[in-house]
């Protein structure tokens, strides 16, 4: 589910807080059967990446969707009509793409890599990853690379927190203002390296994890590290908010919005669904920058990047090539895994049934001369053949 396909608050209420997320791709493993699965959740899309041996209908995708919903208006057999299903090379196709970020709202950001990475690591880490993905990330991550360092992409950097801070320097805050972050993701510690090199000091990072938080305010010469229930009482009044945690509530409400004081001039909402009730529009004495803000700033990026995107295709396509031979190489590995044991079984039966009369008569020197020829042969036999089979698949892959 996409920015293509759905409007922002749709697709964010398929986003799923940190501590409710293992359970909830389990459940989807036992739903939908699949082997390895990981689930990517960005500003503008969720994507669940998983193997599977058969064709994924709708009503299975509906199934998996009310899994992940976490509103009750929401029609899941709607959106299931209406997201995208992709199989096999297809799949590996959008893949590759997403990663060199040519599926983004904003073309050529750099975000999205580490989101998939971050997402794969974690299905990883809960054993929900195995060696299809492991080849898949691989060559995400080698196209993506290529991308960003052999086109024009890089010669315009365009992120979501590139844009957001363009925003807030336009604001003309003066770097020893008091700054207030809330969150400690990578959104909001990306934010925090500009702030850092921006010469900023005053920092308050509020958020549920204080180690997490802390890894932030520690950058800062005069960093703070607060508890959620410390943003809920309202006692800093900062020049500036940067919000964005994975909630599904509004964490700045209507109340708050009314009881901000006149020191904060400017709020920046990264997070999808928003954590800012919109009623901070109300407010004109505070200027107010969210997500659909950066949707309308990219669109006038978008003639220049799709000139570029001509350079990325040739080498997206190439990656889904090369991801195509290393499956088949991968296959050819697990169709001869068994080889050794066969050959070690072949070797035992020789030595210990067909041939153990003539052996039992041989003296220790030529015992052991033998044991050395017979292991020779072994890794031969065992090496041989896979040299083989992969010179001829790399030779057809050449070919085609």
Known sequence: MSHHQFPLETIGQFHIEDHALEQKLQQMKTVSGCEELMFVSTCNRVEWIFTLDHYVCTGLTQ????????????????????????????AVHHALRTAASLNSAVIGEHEILGQMRAAYDYSVQKGLAGETLRLLMKQCIKTSKQVFTETDLRRKPVSIVSIAWNAFLEQNIDNNSTIGLVGAGQIIGTFAKFLEDGGFK???????????????????ENGHTHSMEEFAQQQLHPNAWIICTGSTEYLMDESMIQSLSSKTKFIIDLALPGNVHPAIKNRTDIGFFDMNSIQKITSENIAFREQALTQCNPIVEAGLSEHHHLLQERKIELAMQNIPTTIKEIRDTAVGSVFQKEFSELDENAKATLDRILD????????????????????????N
């Open 63 to 90: 199934q998996i969707l009310d899994i992940f919903n976490q509103s009750p208006v929401t029609d899941t057999q709607l959106i299931a009509q209406n997201c995208l299903r992709l199989k096999g090379e297809e």
């Open 202 to 220: 005053n920092i308050h990072v509020f958020n549920r994890s204080e180690s997490s938080a802390k890894a932030i305010s520690s950058r800062f």
């Open 376 to 399: 020779y042969m072994e890794k031969k036999y065992i090496s041989v053949p896979m040299k083989m089979a992969k010179a001829v698949l790399l030779e057809h892959h050449q070919k």
